[in-house]
């Protein structure tokens, strides 16, 4: 099956740092989406990515899909306590299986 | 735009019982996902419906069933309680499906099986 990697699991950060976390495929993806769960709160879409190297920007946020599309980043410039949470990778296979799973997630905390 | 919803938030139940869960969608979307968020397995996927017919399944046993309704609203049914069940269990609703649309989830109902 499909494995999804996710690292680092834990992040701890000064506000104002950056933070980035990875997510890997052991196979080629045929698009991948990002989320993010707050403390006690349910997860909310934040980007879906589907071209090989592509890289969308949100404010802050940068996410990237690797060229051989079996990985991809999310990178956050000058953290604020409002980046709380958890942030999942979720993966759509190229099997022709449309099954969407879910990277273990980074947590990350602000030290402010 | 009403977000999705769930019914009930909270349940306690005892091993060996069954319970029923409630998801209704955001109006227009015809795909519910269910998942199962534990600290120790993450989120995991139950089942997709989609107009009513389930279109995907995750590697859950058979005690664990779903439906959906014609106005798109959906149940989950898990038979035969667990302690492995206690769990946060999610929906999420989308226009077209997981893959191909952004999914918009309830607040969960988080289940506590004694």
């Known amino acids: 099956g499909q494995q999804v990697m996710q690292i680092p699991q834990y992040q701890h950060v000064q506000e104002g740092e950056d933070f980035t976390t990875y997510c890997n495929s052991s196979?080629?993806?045929?698009?991948i989406q990002w989320y993010k769960q707050r403390p006690g709160g349910h997860p909310v879409f934040l980007i879906q990515l589907v071209k090989s190297g592509e890289v969308k920007k949100q404010k802050r946020l940068t996410f990237q899909f690797g060229e051989a599309k079996k990985n991809s980043s999310l990178h956050i410039t000058a953290t604020q306590t409002t980046d709380v949470g958890t942030y999942f990778c979720a993966l759509v296979g190229n099997f022709g299986n449309e099954k969407l799973t879910f990277g273990t997630g980074t947590r990350l905390t602000i030290i402010p | 735009k009403a977000g999705v919803t769930q019914t009930p938030r909270y349940l306690i139940k005892t091993r060996g019982q069954q319970v029923t869960l409630s998801c209704s969608p955001i109006?227009?979307?015809?795909?519910v996902s269910w998942y199962q968020q534990t600290p120790g397995q993450g989120l995991q996927f139950l089942f997709e419906y989609f107009s009513e017919t389930q279109r995907n399944k995750g590697n859950f046993p058979g005690r664990f069933s779903g439906r959906q309704f014609s106005n798109s609203r959906s149940e989950m049914n898990v038979s035969t309680l667990e302690l492995g069940d206690s769990a946060l269990y999610l929906c999420?609703?989308?226009?077209?499906?997981?893959?191909?649309?952004?999914?918009?989830f309830g607040p969960g109902t988080r289940l506590t099986v004694t």
């Open positions: 196979t080629t993806l045929s698009n």
């Open positions: 109006s227009g979307h015809r795909s």
């Open positions: 999420a609703s989308s226009l077209q499906g997981p893959p191909l649309s952004e999914q918009y």
